[in-house]
């Protein structure tokens, strides 16, 4: 499967949204790049003291390419799947783990491979296996430190 490759954001303020989102980020080991799963999903907004999301039902990944100012969405999840990690494995390769909704309201762990190089994934969902939790918070959502309004 290809990446997207479309159009996210500009690279030029990168300092504002790291104010909200850098806990969150996934950083390649040279620290070039980095996999954002959580902005699009959660909008976080600062309203005084506090970090509040403002949510939405749909998801995305992008690739922000910091070395060479290029910022896109990799891939794009509605309702049936949700991403909830993004981990490099070398500096061209990660992976994304998460869960896709099947058609008899099951949930199946989902994972992505991806490799900026090719620009593709290869993506495994396991139909056997049945994700018996699927409220998954990582430790880096957790680090966004998002409270009530």
């Not at 005084?48 to 910091?66: E, I, M, R, Y």
């Not at 910022?71 to 896709?100: P, Q, Y």
Request: contains cysteine.
């Amino acid at each position: 499967m290809k990446f997207e490759n479309l159009p996210f954001r500009d690279t030029s303020d990168l300092t504002e949204f790291y104010k909200l989102y850098k806990p969150a980020l996934s950083f390649s080991n040279d620290n070039t790049r980095f996999l954002d799963i959580y902005s699009y999903w959660l909008n976080l907004e600062k309203k005084g003291n506090k970090v509040v999301a403002n949510t939405d039902v749909d998801q995305l990944v992008s690739l922000c390419d910091v070395k060479n100012n290029k910022w896109i969405r990799i891939f794009f999840c509605g309702l049936s799947t949700r991403i909830d990690e993004a981990i490099w494995i070398t500096d061209t390769k990660f992976i994304l783990a998460g869960t896709e909704l099947s058609e008899n309201n099951v949930f199946h762990p989902k994972v992505l491979i991806g490799n900026t190089i090719k620009q593709t994934f290869l993506v495994y969902v396991d139909k056997e296996c049945e994700a018996t939790k699927v409220r998954y918070t990582s430790a880096k959502l957790k680090k966004l430190n998002i409270q009530d309004e």
